[in-house]
């Protein structure tokens, strides 16, 4: 069944498109059949089948924050260690300020 002029209008405004009737025209037989593809979902056979919100099971994988102290010489070389740029002792860092 062919979408009708105001069908696709409605889905063109839902998606915030504003369509010449060229477009319409080009565009309407696409998505008839675009639609009647996603219909064929309607006839899956889900009878009996529990419903599924995470395939692998995991539920919340993140890891809680945890707030590490360290100090003293270790706690500058780890900083620089993890920096992309150094100058010796000291963090490089990109200007902020043009010349």
């Known amino acids: 069944m062919a979408l ?3 069908e696709i209008m409605h889905i063109a405004r839902l998606a915030r498109l504003k369509l ?8 309407g037989p ?10 064929q979902l309607q006839n899956a056979a889900v009878e009996g089948v529990k419903p599924t919100h ?7 994988v993140t ?3 945890e707030a590490t102290c ?12 993890q920096s992309a740029m150094r100058g010796g002792d000291f963090l490089k860092v990109p ?3 043009q010349d």
């Open 4 to 6: 009708s002029h105001q």
């Open 20 to 27: 010449s009737s060229d477009e319409q025209a080009h565009y």
């Open 30 to 39: 696409q998505l008839t059949s675009i639609l009647a593809y996603v219909g």
């Open 54 to 60: 995470t395939v692998s099971g995991a539920i919340n």
């Open 63 to 65: 890891r809680a924050d």
């Open 70 to 81: 360290i100090s003293g010489e270790t706690a500058r070389e780890t900083l620089l260690s």
């Open 95 to 97: 200007g902020v300020f």
